[in-house]
């Protein structure tokens, strides 16, 4: 599994060399953002989507630059953020996953500057704090799941039993979100199909997530949902690796393993990026508040391997979107 390890470290590196390309060389009085990271470019999934809204606004302008950081060096995250937030030289500053001490310690002592907290929330007048329905995306997720399971004719490498899983980072709020959105939508299918849930410890151990999924399968799982980060690149690997089937998570990640990721459950990270930048820009923006993405909006949604899912089946599954959009159904959530 040591190509696992090398496979995300090369495409941070390159990642990397993207970001700086971004950060600078325009007159200082463009509009600005700077993205504060807890970890790298380069995961296929999360950040790499978040990297989109900023290529968007850049592309019209707009000043950017994305700090990448080891997600084991917390101390380094703090820095960065009190270093963008000292200069005054970004119009906005975002930040996102793991930040929110960080962020509460820091927002306070610069009243004037303007940050972007997304997935997750602070309560502050100069933070706008942007949220995901996570669970209506894994919704459909679990529709497709349940069906591919128990589906032969169209889906040749299930063993036809009702049982699928989810192998997840950490067994934190935002994956328990995950998760019952999930399960919700696979017992739409079928009532008693047996879900495993499984936690890997972290979001960057892709050995452990392999490992753990090669269990699952042996398990008897038939499809299994990737929701952990850097870490589900060993997850879509022992999926494919055992002949069996899996959901990527964040990215379109149909294209790793195009024989066995059925789809991905896109959490457009930079849909939403970008349109916090345009309304900032515009004077729209409503810092002190809430924005939730979901199905509604684009701001979640599962992104097909057409190769591999008929027509029917997506029909299917698009009949249980249009019914979550419509307020027909209630997902689960994990936030009260």
Do not use: C
Not at 196 to 225: H, P, R
Not at 231 to 245: E, M, P, Q, R, V
Not at 317 to 324: L, R
Request: a negative charge; zero cysteines; aromatic letters at 8%.
């Amino acid at each position: 599994m040591t190509m696992l390890r090398t496979l995300l470290h090369t495409a941070s590196l390159g990642f990397f060399g993207l970001a700086l390309a971004t950060s600078s060389t325009m007159a200082a009085d463009k509009f600005s953002a700077v993205y504060v990271m807890s970890d790298n470019l380069g995961d296929m999934g999360f950040n790499d989507n978040a990297a989109t809204g900023f290529s968007r606004a850049q592309k019209e302008g707009v000043k950017t630059r994305l700090l990448q950081a080891s997600p084991t060096d917390p101390q380094l995250w703090r820095q960065n953020l009190e270093a963008v937030s000292n200069s005054g030289d970004w119009s906005v500053i975002f930040t996102g996953p793991n930040m929110h001490d960080n962020l509460a310690a820091v927002a306070p002592q610069h009243p004037d500057q303007k940050y972007v907290f997304f997935d997750d929330q602070l309560a502050a007048p100069n933070v706008l704090s942007v949220k995901y329905a996570q669970n209506e995306g894994s919704y459909l997720a679990g529709v497709l799941a349940a069906t591919a399971a128990t589906d032969k004719q169209d889906f040749p490498l299930t063993s036809g039993d009702p049982k699928i899983a989810v192998v997840a980072g950490m067994d934190l709020p935002v994956i328990q979100d995950f998760i019952l959105g999930f399960k919700q939508g696979a017992k739409t299918v079928v009532p008693d199909i047996d879900v495993q849930v499984i936690f890997i410890g972290n979001f960057n151990d892709a050995q452990k997530a392999y490992d753990l999924t090669k269990t699952a399968i042996e398990n008897g799982a038939n499809v299994v949902y990737n929701v952990a980060g850097p870490a589900g690149l060993g997850i879509l690997k022992g999926a494919a690796d055992a002949n069996k089937y899996a959901i990527g998570v964040d990215s379109n990640q149909n294209g790793l393993h195009p024989k066995n990721v059925l789809a991905s459950m896109l959490k457009n990270t930079g849909n939403s990026i970008y349109d916090s930048i345009k309304e900032i820009q515009a004077g729209k923006a409503k810092f002190g508040t809430l924005e939730i993405y979901g199905l509604a909006n684009d701001g979640v949604g599962l992104v097909y391997n057409d190769d591999i899912v008929p027509a029917t089946v997506k029909t299917k599954v698009d009949e249980a979107k249009a019914k979550v959009v419509s307020g027909a159904i209630k997902v689960d959530t994990a936030f009260k």
